[in-house]
């Protein structure tokens, strides 16, 4: 057991009295424009800070810089992906084995 001075305050923790709400999920009929989110929110930020860092350097700006870069990039892929999916939803389908 382990003493503590009597000057110390202790603070008991009860896990068991915290309680989580599982998150609502969004229809599985939306999940083509759930994929390009995550996609494109992801690839964009890859493609921003490689290339902001490739063409400016890594200093203390590049932070900065990338989400910038990223402001403008992922929208523009977004809307992309979006206008271009039925296209490569054929090409997948014509290249690939049922």
């Known amino acids: 057991m382990e003493t503590v001075p009597p000057n110390c305050l202790r603070m008991q923790v009860s896990v068991s009295a915290m309680t989580v709400t599982p998150m609502k999920k969004i229809p599985g ?3 083509g424009i759930v994929f390009t989110f995550y996609a494109t ?3 964009a930020f890859i493609m921003s800070a490689f290339l902001v ?7 203390s700006g590049w932070p ?3 989400l910038r870069a990223y402001a403008l990039a ?3 892929a977004f ?6 999916r039925p296209l490569v939803l054929k090409l997948v389908a ?3 084995q049922a």
């Open 29 to 31: 009929k939306y999940s």
């Open 41 to 43: 929110a992801l690839m």
């Open 53 to 59: 860092a490739f063409n400016t350097g890594v200093d």
């Open 64 to 66: 900065l810089r990338t």
């Open 74 to 76: 992922w929208p523009l």
């Open 79 to 84: 809307v992309s992906l979006l206008s271009i």
């Open 94 to 96: 014509w290249t690939t």
